[in-house]
């Protein structure tokens, strides 16, 4: 019966069998080291040429790097190994040896580690970047679960923009115009009407000719929606939220934050509560620091950076100019230029995660908006019967993951935060 590398801990002592990769090999002559990985981790296997049969040896010294082979040995403790464990080799059976493999273990150029991606992601780096992706989605969904919210799934074919934007995927619903989804939201509205408190997880598509570090063509989107709930309650959520990912990655990938050479020290400080600042405050910091900005503008990628500088923890930026918006979001009952919104900006200069809003209840506002955006009744005539049949206060967000895998691994590009990236010019592989 075969037994994972990560689990290896509790075979001390014990002979097992692994099915693995060879990742590295090298030899002093009498003894060959084998860098293993089987995907739960790496272990270094040591093998002596005494102790093994020449044949075993043999097969051994032949294997080029990514050949797969099932091996036995013994397992032991050792406080130099990375992993704090070793393995004595005693037997392998090779399954294949690989060709050789187009990703040596020297430095490649991006263009052709992208080319690459399929064999890229099984290195140590890109491995740990999956492992972290993974655990934040397993926090958020369970910190959800655990809120008393249901996992409601959106089309992700749609009639409409869910913004009134034009950057969309156009596609043929047989004989009908249909769009790739670059948002969940107002069918999780529609959900909250029925569920109370819901969320979607799944990929949204924005057709931006954008070729920045922060944008992804294709990305994922994690949306709770809530009823009964106003703004200043939508931003204690989020709070919650995100600082409950990042605690439980850095109790939980403690050894991929070390592989990622990710220092944690900001990390540690990113606990509720979260400072805040309106708009307007954020375009006096930006004055007063010496950028030009001006009043009804939004925040490009240096000015959210300059904000997040005077901050050690993610900081909320509300109440944005009504103009800069989505139609659906709640202007201010005190300040009608003005809405109920927030954006989330981590620090360290990775930008907004999280954009959240209470929006409209009013079916006489949201039929303004609708002429004032020059939206199709037709289209969203559905949406508005929310607000004909019970309408309430209600709020919600959306967090982009790669954005968040990005920030919490230390990235420079979110190219690497998801297995295979959709960017302007690569579909491939």
């Known amino acids: 019966m075969l ?29 060959q080291f084998l860098q293993l990985r089987d995907g739960t981790g790496m272990i270094q296997g040591v093998m002596v040429k005494s102790q093994v049969s020449p044949e075993t040896w043999e097969q051994a010294a032949d294997l080029t790097q990514e050949s797969s082979l099932y091996i036995e040995g013994t397992v032991r403790e050792d406080e130099r190994s990375p992993s704090g464990f070793e393995m004595d080799v005693t037997g392998i059976e090779v399954i294949q040896t690989a060709e050789e493999y187009p990703i040596a273990l020297k430095e490649h150029g991006v263009e052709f580690l992208m080319d690459h991606r399929h064999l890229w992601i099984r ?5 740990s970047i999956l492992r972290i992706r993974a655990e934040i989605i397993r926090a958020m969904q369970d910190w959800l679960n655990g809120e008393g919210f249901t996992l409601v799934d959106p089309p992700v074919l749609t009639p409409s923009s869910c913004e009134g934007t034009t950057n969309l995927f156009h596609t043929k619903y047989f004989d009908e115009d249909a769009y790739l989804t670059q948002s969940g939201q107002l069918y999780m509205e529609a959900a909250a009407m029925a569920l109370g408190r819901v969320y979607s997880f799944g990929p949204t598509f924005r057709a931006e000719k954008s070729k920045t570090r922060r944008h992804l063509i294709e990305f994922w989107m994690i949306e709770p929606e809530m009823a009964f709930v106003d703004h200043e309650e939508n931003l204690r959520i989020q709070e919650r939220m995100v600082a409950h990912v990042v605690q439980h990655i850095l109790q939980h990938c403690r050894d991929e934050l070390k592989v990622l050479k990710r220092d944690t020290s900001a990390l540690e400080k990113v606990k ?17 620091e010496g ?12 000015h959210e950076t300059k904000i997040a500088e005077s901050f050690d ?11 800069t918006k989505a139609f659906y979001m709640k202007p201010d009952p005190e300040r009608s230029e003005v809405v109920l919104c927030d954006d989330l900006i981590a620090p360290e200069g990775y930008g907004e995660v999280v954009g959240g809003s209470q929006r409209i209840d009013d079916p006489r506002l949201l039929e303004e908006r609708f002429q004032q955006h020059q939206l199709s009744q037709e289209a969203y005539e559905w949406y508005m019967d929310l607000r004909k049949y019970g309408s309430v206060p209600h709020s919600g967000f959306g967090l982009g993951l790669e954005r968040t895998v990005a920030w919490i691994c230390g990235l420079d590009h979110v190219r690497e935060t998801i297995p295979f990236p959709r960017m302007l010019n690569r579909l491939y592989p």
């Not at 689990?7 to 090298?26: C, D, F, P, Q, T």
């Not at 290195?123 to 491995?127: C, F, I, L, T, V």
């Not at 309106?278 to 375009?283: G, I, L």
């Not at 900081?315 to 103009?323: K, M």
């Open 3 to 31: 037994t994972t590398i990560g689990n290896i801990s509790a075979h001390v002592g014990e002979k097992v069998k692994l099915g693995v990769w060879l990742y590295n090999r090298r030899s002093s002559g009498k003894i």
């Open 123 to 127: 290195s140590p780096r890109q491995r």
């Open 272 to 288: 509720a509560p979260f400072p805040r600042i309106t708009y307007d405050e954020a375009v006096h910091l930006l004055n007063r």
């Open 291 to 302: 950028m030009e900005f001006s009043w009804g503008e939004d925040f490009g990628a240096p």
């Open 313 to 323: 923890k993610p900081v909320f930026i509300t109440h944005y100019p009504t103009g």
